[in-house]
């Protein structure tokens, strides 16, 4: 039976029980307190009839305050009296206490909201850190990002109207209650013409959701096509066709444009026509209730006062809840974003890593990233502190080869071993900090040379020490000290004012401060010129033999002293062997030595 109330309740109200999911009973305290707020404005306005009574110097009647006579008969019973003074006070007393109630309920649904926006920026990135590689390689950045970013600020718009929406809703009821109160039969009739002035704005409605869908749509591609342009602004710039991919944003701008601008005008029929229809019910209803059923004016004048109020309620209703609707795309698009960042988990082992003390190797394994394997039946035993190359064609595999040793890939068959043991047994983060990954193109932070170092450690002397022995082993020390601001200097816009072997250095010393068991470099000096390449190799040969090292190289000159290099074809492994081994037996080998030799 609960099950079948939640399940109606999700179908009927997605929204409410969608913020309800995230904040419990918080959201019923947001609308209490509208109710409290609505029930001091009633009771503060119900006064206003006898006040208009006595002031005429008419005997105050509980009659035309229809139930809420009760009023009067309170302040004459308990020997208070009714007269302007103490009626004027009572009203006081009811609107302070209404401003109280509106602080609290103001103040609250700010609390509400940032505690909201809170939980929703901490599931997307809690989401991300740990989000599957596999899956991530296959996902839209520009959604990623846009969603994260612009989007998250349309779903705070859109949290805020929805309380706005629902705390009007309760200030409706309220005004309702007290209008039914002073005045049932009239209230009947205007609750029921109201209902079907909604029916109009039903059409706008779905109009303006639809618009926000496609809103969003856009505007995750526009953030996609802006993240391009800027990774590949050098090549944008050097071939003239900046302006080309400029046009292509210009159009997504266009489009966005447009659906915006279809949202203000239905937004802009709305507010136009919202009290016009109102009025005119009211109006309707007053002339038949007058005219033909011959009633007192003063029976009715309270119930249109807070008719009057209900009516700037539903105002501010209807306002929130089209903006709520304008937004209600980012809203879906976020819930959908944050369910597929938790169902695309890494999965993890319990196992703590603590370090490498026999060997990683890969057994029976095979590997396919949907469709055909890129690796198939791979066999290797790595002992510790060896150095591996994997060497072959492009598209051979070595770089996926890589990949899963380090854990972001798992097998399709077979498995990877580390210390005998499955990688998929341990807790996936202690096994990749003991990883260092160097990669042809380095990450660079934008920040200074010790905090790309040490990923912003604390500059204590344990840390300075560390960085300091990080540097000289990636021989950064000369590069460092012909700095003017030495390493506290800053390296700008993602490193764009180093050359590829200082970046190269920087993310060698960055692993080697890390304390790593297992550096993986992948094509790490391929990007160089021959004499950085020299360098950098002398760097990476003084590493050998106190480090597990997995190389993909590229160029054989650099893993010619390897204790084993395996050489991939196709995806498969068709020699290993060291260096000197594989060259006099493997003719493909020694053919691919000659020919860089030329
Ligand atoms: P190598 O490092 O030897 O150049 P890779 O390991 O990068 O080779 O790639 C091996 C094969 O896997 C190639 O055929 C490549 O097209 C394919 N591949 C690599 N990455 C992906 C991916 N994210 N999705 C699908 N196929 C991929």
């Known amino acids: 039976m609960k099950n079948i109330l939640k399940t ?14 995230h904040l419990k009973y918080r959201l019923f305290f947001v609308v209490a307190f509208s109710l409290v707020v609505g029930v001091f404005d009633g009771f503060g306005l119900a006064m206003f009839l006898p006040l208009l009574e006595t002031v005429s110097n008419e005997e105050a009647s509980a009659e035309n305050l229809g139930n809420l006579g009760f009023l009067i008969d309170y302040l004459e019973s308990s020997g208070i009296g009714v007269s302007v003074i103490t009626i004027l006070v009572v009203m006081l007393i009811f609107f302070i206490l209404k401003g109280i109630a509106r602080f609290f309920e103001t103040l609250y649904r700010v609390t509400v909201q940032q505690y909201f926006m809170q939980h929703i920026r901490y599931m997307g990135i809690d989401g991300l850190t740990s989000y599957d590689y596999t899956t991530f390689v296959t996902s839209d950045a520009g959604r990623i990002q846009n969603t994260l970013t612009g989007e998250t600020g349309r779903v705070n718009t859109a949290f805020y109207s929805f309380a706005a929406t629902i705390q009007s809703g309760a200030l ?18 205007v609750g029921i013409g109201g209902g079907l002035t909604n029916v109009i704005f039903k059409v706008i409605y779905n109009r303006t959701k639809k618009l926000s869908r496609s809103y969003t749509k856009e505007a995750n591609a526009f953030e996609g096509i802006i993240i391009q342009m800027v990774l590949f602004f050098k090549y944008l710039k050097a071939t003239g066709q900046s302006r080309l991919y400029g046009d292509k944003l210009k159009r997504s701008v266009d489009r966005i444009k447009k659906d915006l601008i279809k949202v203000g005008f239905y937004n802009a029929i709305l507010k136009a026509s919202r009290e016009p229809l109102i009025v005119t019910v009211v109006v309707i209803i007053i002339i038949v209730q007058v005219e033909y059923f011959g009633q007192e004016m ?14 700037g309620s539903l105002v501010v209703l209807q306002t929130n809840w089209n903006h709520f609707l304008e937004t209600s795309g980012s809203l879906e698009n976020m819930s959908d974003f944050l369910k597929g960042l938790k169902k695309n988990k890494e999965a993890d082992g319990e196992e703590i890593f603590a370090g490498l003390e026999e060997e990683i190797e890969m057994v029976n394994l095979s590997f396919g990233y949907g469709g055909d394997p890129v690796l198939r039946d791979i066999n290797l035993k790595i002992g510790k502190n060896k150095t591996v190359a994997f060497v072959g064609e492009s598209g051979s595999g070595k770089t996926t080869a890589a990949n899963l040793i380090a854990g972001l890939f798992k097998p399709t068959e077979g498995d990877v071993l580390i210390n005998g043991k499955s990688i998929t047994d341990y807790n996936i983060e202690t096994y990749r900090k003991r990883i260092g990954y160097i990669t042809q193109d380095a990450a660079i932070f934008t920040d200074t040379v010790f905090n790309n170092v040490t990923l912003w450690a604390e500059p204590n002397e344990e840390n300075i020490g560390r960085f300091e022995r990080a540097i000289k082993s990636a021989s950064l020390e000369n590069f460092i000290n012909s700095l003017e601001l030495k390493e506290q ?13 200082q970046k190269q250095r920087i993310s060698i010393a960055r692993e080697l401060f890390k304390e790593v068991d ?13 004499a950085t390449e020299i360098e950098i190799k002398e760097s990476i040969e003084s590493l050998k033999g106190n480090y597990t090292i997995i190389m993909v190289a590229h160029r054989l000159s ?31 080998f020694s053919k691919m030595v000659s020919l860089q030799k030329l």
Not at 8 to 21: D, E, M, N, Q, V
Request: hydrophobic residues 45%.
């Open 518 to 530: 297992i550096l993986i470099l992948d094509e790490a000096t391929s990007a160089l010129d021959s």
């Open 8 to 21: 109606g309740i999700r179908k009927k109200l997605p929204y409410f029980s969608y913020f309800y999911h």
């Open 298 to 311: 003063s029976g009715i004048i309270l119930s249109l006062l807070f008719f009057y109020r209900a009516l």
């Open 558 to 588: 650099t893993i010619r002293t390897s204790d084993i290099v395996v050489l991939l074809d196709n995806g498969q492994i068709v020699a290993k062997g060291t260096y000197d081994e594989l060259l006099a037996n493997n003719s493909g």
């Open 172 to 189: 409706i009821l309220i005004y309702g209650f007290f209008a039914f109160n002073a005045n049932p039969e009239f209230t009947l009739f």
């Open 489 to 501: 200097t800053e390296i700008g816009n993602n490193g764009i004012n180093l050359s590829g072997g």
